[in-house]
Structure formats: structure tokens, C-alpha cells
T-cell receptor
Framework: GAVVSQHPSRVICKSGTSVKIECRSLDFQATTMFWYRQFPKQSLMLMATSNEGSKATYEQGVEKDKFLINHASLTLSTLTVTSAHPEDSSFYIC????????????FGPGTRLTVT | DAKTTQPTSMDCAEGRAANLPCNHSTISGNEYVYWYRQIHSQGPQYIIHGLKNNETNEMASLIITEDRKSSTLILPHATLRDTAVYYCIVRVGPGNTGKLIFGQGTTLQVKP
């Protein structure tokens, strides 16, 4: 099946610094990628949708200047959490859909971000 | 907001069938029903999807009512590894592309 990877799997950073999370589709071309956030014991919340080569579309209430998304190629999307604060600590998950795969979204394993 | 309602939790005995219900009374004609599951601290895993016909794959069966207002996911022989949160999602968007909006899901506990 289609594989989506994320890097890093865990990251700890200091308050005020920026963190970049990578999402890669390993064996298919991802025309669309999605970024989700999940707090403990809660469901996944969609943050934004990105199409290759165009600007991301953010969900209501998600700060686009704080969560920078880049989808520069058909296999890579990045999420940068700028000026991170402890309340940004969460589980960040990406998913992808695209060419040559059935019409499902394939999810990455997630990145655990802890801001101290 | 999610367009589906599911029971918060269910138990199932190992080896027995697990039947997970989902209500989606406001589903539109071109919206599909998708099921995903999430094992603790992992990304969600696709299980199955359907439009109006019943579907079966190697993991599960999906039964959709004729009026499409509800559906049931069936895991025919549940194992301990099937313990997870199961999400029923109506997919927003034309055809079968578009974003997935997750509700709270059903926590399935498979017991020995």
C-alpha cells in the first residue's frame, strides 16, 4: 500500500523557537496533502490542505502565519511551527492523496511536538 | 463539524464479530462513507469506504442502509490488535476526493 512518512517522530524545543516537520509520500505522487493536530484524548483536527505548487488553505481558526505550510514537490510537504509556545505541544499528523493510488487518504505516523 | 454520530465506546470478545454503528442522517447523494481507525499514538489507518452498496475487503465489511442515513462496520473476527478508536467519516467534496473531518469516534476494546 501507499506509504507516508514523517520526520521527526518526536521533537522537543524551547519556547520561542521554530520547528519544521516533514511529510513525504514514499511511493506515490501526492497532489494533495493535509495537516492535522491532535491533543491528548481528543480527535484529529484538520489544520490545512495543501496542493502541490500552490498556497495552503487553512481551516477557520488556524493561524496561517504561525503554522507555515509548504508543498513544494509532489512528494514533500512541510509544516513549520513558528515561535512555538507550550500550548502548541501536540501530535501533528499529515496525510496525502494523489496519483496512482486509490481515492483514500494515507496517513503518516505522526510527530509528537513538546514545547518547553 | 463532523456529520456523523457514533457511540463513544464498545467492547467485543476476541474472536467474535465487532459491529460498529454510525449515523449520518444528513449525508448528501455524492458523499461517501469512510472508516478509519487509530491505534494509540499512531496515524489513522484506512479500513474501507462505500457510497451506497455494501462493501467488503480483507479487513472488514461495510453495510450501508438503503436510505444511506446510517452504516455499520463489521470486523468479522476481532482480535486484540483491533483495539483502537474507529472513525466513521462522511467525505466532504465532489466525487470521492476532499477533506476528512473527524468526529470523536468509537473506542473499541477487544477483550480476551
Amino acid at each position: 500500500g501507499a506509504v507516508v512518512s514523517q520526520h521527526p517522530s518526536r521533537v522537543i524545543c524551547k519556547s520561542g523557537t521554530s520547528v519544521k516537520i516533514e511529510c513525504r509520500s514514499l511511493d506515490f505522487q501526492a497532489t494533495t496533502m493535509f495537516w492535522y493536530r491532535q491533543f491528548p484524548k481528543q480527535s484529529l483536527m484538520l489544520m490545512a490542505t495543501s496542493n502541490e505548487g500552490s498556497k495552503a488553505t487553512y481551516e477557520q481558526g488556524v493561524e496561517k502565519d504561525k503554522f507555515l505550510i509548504n508543498h513544494a514537490s509532489l512528494t514533500l510537504s512541510t509544516l513549520t511551527v513558528t515561535s512555538a509556545h507550550p500550548e502548541d505541544s501536540s501530535f501533528y499528523i499529515c496525510s496525502a492523496e494523489g496519483r496512482g493510488v486509490p481515492y483514500e487518504q494515507y496517513f503518516g505516523p505522526g510527530t509528537r511536538l513538546t514545547v518547553t | 463539524d463532523a456529520k456523523t454520530t457514533q457511540p463513544t465506546s464498545m467492547d467485543c470478545a476476541e474472536g467474535r464479530a465487532a459491529n460498529l454503528p454510525c449515523n449520518h442522517s444528513t449525508i448528501s447523494g455524492n458523499e461517501y462513507v469512510y472508516w478509519y481507525r487509530q491505534i494509540h499514538s499512531q496515524g489513522p489507518q484506512y479500513i474501507i469506504h462505500g457510497l451506497k452498496n455494501n462493501e467488503t475487503n480483507e479487513m472488514a465489511s461495510l453495510i450501508i442502509t438503503e436510505d444511506r442515513k446510517s452504516s455499520t462496520l463489521i470486523l468479522p473476527h476481532a482480535t486484540l490488535r483491533d483495539t483502537a478508536v474507529y472513525y466513521c467519516i462522511v467525505r466532504v467534496g465532489p466525487g470521492n476526493t476532499g477533506k476528512l473531518i473527524f468526529g470523536q469516534g468509537t473506542t473499541l476494546q477487544v477483550k480476551p
